[in-house]
């Protein structure tokens, strides 16, 4: 762990853009590391990981969900995400909001919209959310124990700047139109949070910068 990225990478982020540090195959003793400096927001992407970091690290650790996560596999976080960001589909904001009520919990969300050119990667068009959020609204009652808090997306995976920042500011477009005063736009990792920062990001997902490369 290096101490001075860290104070450096806070620095250049300032006040107002969350830093989520994404924790996924790194140790207890690494995110205790960071703890130590003041790191409170932590990303996984595998929930059984997540559980058991969970249960060893301190209760305020804010954990949040980054990966593709699996209808039957809410149950098994529920009473403890801080924030979910990769809601992709009806079916999943359903059983966050059914698993919430059952823990007793509203829990906050992010919609994921796929913005990149990769077929591999998950999330709505704009027609998509357009419809999802629409729903939502129409029947707010049914909806008490989830609260959509913004968007989530990831970049093309390439090396043309002008790409990455078209794609993000079609998200902030996005966030604009649909959350205007107070959303989260989650968007921004390692290699581009530069560039997310500068088209609007409030939340970036940073793991190698933090922590090294894996492998």
């Given at each position: 762990m290096n101490g001075?990225?860290?104070s450096e990478l806070k620095k250049k982020l300032g006040e107002k853009i969350t830093l989520v540090a994404v924790s996924k195959t790194k140790t207890v003793?690494?995110?205790?590391a960071l703890y130590e400096l003041g790191q409170r927001d932590f990303g996984e992407n595998y929930v059984q990981e997540l559980i058991d970091?969970?249960?060893q690290?301190?209760?305020?650790?804010?954990?949040h969900f980054i990966g593709h996560l699996q209808s039957n596999k809410v149950k098994h976080i529920i009473s403890f995400v801080y924030l979910i960001h990769g809601v992709d589909s009806l079916k999943l904001l359903q059983d966050i909001?059914?698993?919430?009520?059952?823990?007793g919990r509203v829990v906050d969300v992010l919609l994921q919209v796929h913005i990149g050119r990769e077929e591999?990667?998950?999330?709505?068009d704009a027609g998509e959310l357009r419809k999802m959020l629409f729903m939502v609204k129409q029947s707010p009652g049914g909806w008490a124990n989830v609260r959509i808090r913004g968007l989530m997306g990831m970049a093309s995976n390439t090396e043309d700047p002008e790409i990455v920042?078209?794609?993000?500011?079609?998200?902030?477009a996005l966030l604009d139109q649909w959350f205007p005063s107070d959303g989260i736009l989650s968007m921004g990792m390692s290699g581009d949070y530069q560039l997310a920062v500068k088209e609007g990001s409030t939340m970036v997902r940073i793991g190698s910068l933090l922590f090294g490369k894996r492998g």
């Amino acid at each position: 762990m290096n101490g001075e990225a860290y104070s450096e990478l806070k620095k250049k982020l300032g006040e107002k853009i969350t830093l989520v540090a994404v924790s996924k195959t790194k140790t207890v003793e690494d995110i205790l590391a960071l703890y130590e400096l003041g790191q409170r927001d932590f990303g996984e992407n595998y929930v059984q990981e997540l559980i058991d970091k969970h249960a060893q690290l301190p209760e305020d650790i804010r954990w949040h969900f980054i990966g593709h996560l699996q209808s039957n596999k809410v149950k098994h976080i529920i009473s403890f995400v801080y924030l979910i960001h990769g809601v992709d589909s009806l079916k999943l904001l359903q059983d966050i909001n059914r698993r919430a009520e059952q823990a007793g919990r509203v829990v906050d969300v992010l919609l994921q919209v796929h913005i990149g050119r990769e077929e591999t990667k998950f999330g709505f068009d704009a027609g998509e959310l357009r419809k999802m959020l629409f729903m939502v609204k129409q029947s707010p009652g049914g909806w008490a124990n989830v609260r959509i808090r913004g968007l989530m997306g990831m970049a093309s995976n390439t090396e043309d700047p002008e790409i990455v920042t078209s794609e993000f500011r079609g998200l902030k477009a996005l966030l604009d139109q649909w959350f205007p005063s107070d959303g989260i736009l989650s968007m921004g990792m390692s290699g581009d949070y530069q560039l997310a920062v500068k088209e609007g990001s409030t939340m970036v997902r940073i793991g190698s910068l933090l922590f090294g490369k894996r492998g």
